[in-house]
């Protein structure tokens, strides 16, 4: 029976915490995330779902209604059935929290792409795509858009500027924006791209180096065959604009191998720009056969696994390989390909149903915009926006289905991850899922009509359309007689909160680790407590061990105790997992050259792209790093990304972590120290900090409201001196001095007298702890967890934490804080925000 509707009950945090952690066998995070992002909830936080089954019955449900518009309804028990313990079919993010809410006004897309080259070189395009990009991103979309329509620095513009500013400063702009929606726990995701090809290319590289700069945005370079060719043979390239005119209006020569190690460079120092094969991509993707109708594609989504076209979304599901190894472990263990076939067919059928529910989310969408009070003029924008989405997702009908645990799946069956051996199965996995998705889109366009603006002819010289032909023959004569129901189908995303709800490695990942050491803070008068370590500020600490939980399964198939595997020391657990088929299968054991070629020969079965990382040590050097992109194009990936060891943070715990960080600053201030001025905005006041520096590093801080009369520093002067004087009193003060833009000093007295005499007293207290050399991740947790009652000095403390985290270097991690967005424990600092490791998301502030 259909697990009819009841009356609407709700639970308390608790309640559903308690059922949950039981329905993940004690997983207390995976229950956690469940709850915060995907449990029914309304404004106000009530939640309407006790466990996972609640969940999986309501999209059953759902996908049920909109399977009975149609021929031959699949029943809502078989959707419920491949969906349960997150064993088989796994809607992601939005789909999973939005199918069946009605408590919130959402697209059910992951991913969309917005711009129009045609007018968006001018404010008024600008300005448009700033505000499509902001309308989504507050309904949780991720975005993307190019900038290779922008005129680079220098042209010529019929306005009072006379020249172009180039792309750098609408790249802050559409950072910044994405930072305003990211605020109170909204989530904003922004890809910004551009073409090698662009004269300004170099300025878009180096963005991100500036601090504090292009904080809201990934940034990825459009890379040509003609470009490679041209680092590989050492020889010239040249730029234009417009990037793909016959006759540019402006042309220059440049040494390629130059700007290619420049990429190279950055890369290894921080994991961006990242690389997009372009040409790969446009000559292999399905949609851009169809460019008059505007599927030419122009950029990708934040992650770079779902290349669209302007106004085309799309949203995304995971397959569990891992569900569909019987006998996992032993030597029983083989595939079920025939149940892989039959389930990949049945997650097709409920991704063209998403799209049907999508439209209604959109009308639903469109219906509150009419409804809002706002002026027509303003609500134009967004009006148009969600009209041009509807018109794409009816017009191709894009899906994204992809796959988890393909890592787990591997050592699940015995086969190393990057061996031959390996790389072959995960091809054959692979191509059985494209010609199952594609067989199932011919056969359900049969029943419900194919893409509105299918052609055959169109696609007749697509290498992916002929790849399938080749592979299976009749699949493509059914698809000349019947059409597709769908433009394109495939993609791996990256699964972070989705494969810990799984429990399984991520996405085509193989395992970060199948045991390592976790921290946590722990109170030393609790009973029974473990204190491992006390850090600089007299903070306790305990480690434990994190097994991987598939790496249980192979423990328990193969004999071991678990429980007494867990009191095992370093030396005996390292000869355990030696003996696990995990040994030298993790992401920094893994050959990079195998893992490049094995994403090469799987993305010739995935339609869309691959979001991968390769994982290199933290003494690899830049010509290796080169190396790995040079391959990865040769391969046939559409993109490569880089991790360096060290260049953000992980979360195995090293020997060195526990290194005492000894006081090496003088305790006696010096009399003149530079100094940095960081202006931000508390709340709605303007505030400013003269940040005190001694080799580079914050020595002392002055902070509050910016007051012009009592602090008249030009806004252009950013850079200074703090100097210790002596009043006529003989009462030390501390006087800022900057050099003025006519090159005459300028000296304003006693700045500790500008601000309110209670701010001075607690920045002598951080600057005390600065000056003993505190690290700075330290200090910030530290003005943090002062528990005060003056509304002021809260408003002060948030200014100071602001104006340090400045200060930490990119890829520090964050003790003892979890991701608001999947509760990850892995958040690393970059550019003064906090970055979550496992899923992206970012918290600045």
């Known amino acids: ?65 909109i399977e009975k ?93 006379l020249t172009s500013t180039g792309l750098v400063p ?28 662009h004269p300004d290319s170099e300025d878009f590289i180096d963005a991100k180096l500036e601090q504090g700069k292009i904080t809201g945005a990934n940034v990825s370079v459009k890379i040509d065959h003609e470009f490679m060719r041209a680092v590989i043979d050492n020889k010239p390239y040249v730029q234009q604009y417009p990037i793909e005119s016959d006759k540019p209006s402006f042309t220059k020569e440049i040494d390629a191998r130059r700007l290619w190690k420049k990429i190279v460079h950055n890369a290894w120092k921080s994991a961006e720009p990242g690389i997009m094969f372009w040409d790969t991509i446009a000559e292999e993707s399905v949609p851009d056969s169809y460019p008059e109708h505007g599927f030419k594609t122009v950029s990708t989504n934040p992650c770079g696994e779902i290349p669209l076209c302007p106004y085309d979304s799309c949203r995304l599901l995971a397959i569990n390989l891992y569900g569909y190894v019987e006998n996992p472990f ?39 915009i009419t409804s809002d009070p706002e002026d027509e003029e303003i609500k134009y924008v967004e009006k148009r926006l969600w009209e041009k989405i509807k018109e794409k997702a009816e017009q191709g009908r894009r899906t994204g289905i992809g796959i988890t645990a393909e890592g787990d799946m591997l050592a699940a069956l015995g086969l190393p991850y990057g061996s031959k051996k390996g790389i ?81 490695t991520s996405g085509i990942e193989p395992v970060f680790l199948p045991v390592y050491r976790r921290r ?10 473990k204190v491992t370590f006390i850090d600089e500020v007299g903070d306790s600490w305990e480690e434990y061990v994190v097994f991987h939980h598939k790496f249980i ?30 040994h030298q299968s993790t992401s920094n054991d893994v050959d990079w050259v195998k893992k490049v070629q094995m994403q090469g020969a799987i993305q010739k079965w995935v339609d869309h792209s691959i979001s991968v990382t390769v994982n290199l040590p933290k003494d690899v050097t830049e010509e290796v790093v080169g190396k790995v992109y040079e391959e990865g194009w040769k391969s046939g990936c559409k993109g490569i990304t880089v991790y360096r060891d060290g260049s953000r943070s992980g979360v195995l715990i090293s020997k060195d972590d526990k290194k005492e960080d000894k006081v090496t600053r003088e305790l ?101 702890v600065l000056r003993y050399g505190m690290p700075i991740p330290n200090v910030v947790t530290l003005v943090g967890s002062l528990q005060l009652d003056s509304a002021n000095i809260n408003t002060w403390k948030n200014g100071v934490e602001r104006a340090l985290k400045r200060y930490i270097p990119n890829g520090t991690k964050a003790e003892g804080q979890r991701c608001k967005n999947c509760n990850s424990e892995n958040l690393i600092y970059q550019e003064g925000c906090l970055i979550c490791s496992d899923c992206g998301s970012s918290e600045c502030g």
């Not at 996972?52 to 059953?60: E, L, Q, T, V």
């Open 668 to 768: 006696k201030r010096p009399n003149k120290l530079k100094a940095d001025i960081v202006r931000f905005k508390n709340a709605q006041e303007q505030w400013i900090a003269f940040i005190g520096l001694l080799d580079e590093q914050p020595y002392e801080i002055f902070t509050g409201m910016v007051d012009e009369d009592v602090l008249p520093v030009p806004k252009s002067i950013s850079k200074g001196y703090i100097i210790k004087n002596k009043d006529e009193n003989d009462v030390t003060r501390y006087d800022f001095q900057y050099v003025n833009k006519y090159g005459y000093r300028t000296t304003i007295e006693g700045l500790s007298h500008k601000f309110d005499k209670e701010y001075w007293n607690y920045a002598k207290l951080i600057s005390s």
């Open 553 to 582: 399964t192979w423990l328990e198939a193969n004999g071991y105790d678990v429980e007494k595997v867990r009191e095992y020391d370093e030396t005996e657990l390292n000869k355990v997992v030696a003996k696990s088929p995990y």
């Open 170 to 197: 609408f790249m802050e702009r559409f950072s910044n924006s994405t930072r305003e929606v990211a605020q109170d726990g909204r989530r904003g995701a922004l890809m910004l791209t551009v073409s090698i090809k």
């Open 520 to 529: 946590r803070k722990v109170n030393p008068n609790d009973q029974d407590v």
């Open 424 to 504: 072959d199965f995960s091809v054959e996995v692979h191509k059985t899922l494209a010609l199952s998705v594609y067989r199932s889109s011919t056969d359900l366009a049969k029943d419900r009509g194919a893409f509105p603006i299918y052609d055959s002819k169109k696609e007749a010289d697509n290498p992916f359309i002929n790849r399938l032909k080749e592979a299976d023959p009749e699949l493509y004569k059914n698809m000349e007689a019947h059409g597709r129901r769908n433009i394109a189908m495939l993609t791996i995303a990256p699964t972070g909160s989705t494969s810990l709800m799984t429990q399984t």
């Open 330 to 368: 032993t030597k029983k263990a083989k595939f079920n390909f025939e149940k892989f076939k039959q389930h990949a067919a049945i997650a097709h059928r409920m991704m063209d149903d998403i799209i049907d529910l999508e439209v209604e989310k959109i009308d639903a969408i469109l219906e509150k």
């Open 69 to 161: 518009k149609y021929a031959n309804p699949m029943p809502a028990e078989e959707i419920f059935e491949v969906l349960k313990h997150f064993k088989y079919i796994v809607p992601q993010g939005s789909p999973m929290a939005g199918i069946g809410n009605m408590h919130q006004i959402a697209s059910l897309s992951n991913c969309f792409v917005v711009g129009n080259e045609r007018i968006a070189d001018s404010y008024g395009g600008i300005m448009k795509t700033d505000q499509e990009q902001v309308q989504l991103m507050k309904r949780r979309g991720g975005v993307g858009h190019d900038l290779s329509h922008i005129r680079p620095k220098g042209s010529q513009v019929k306005n009072s500027a």
């Open 1 to 65: 029976m259909v697990a009819t509707k009841k009356a609407k009950k709700n639970y308390t945090y608790q309640e559903a915490l308690e059922s949950s952690i039981e329905y993940f066998n004690g997983d207390e995070l995976a229950a956690t995330v469940w709850i915060n992002k995907y449990a029914l909830k309304d404004s106000e936080g009530n939640l309407y779902e006790k466990n996972p089954n609640d969940m999986h019955w309501r999209i059953a449900n759902e996908i049920h209604r």
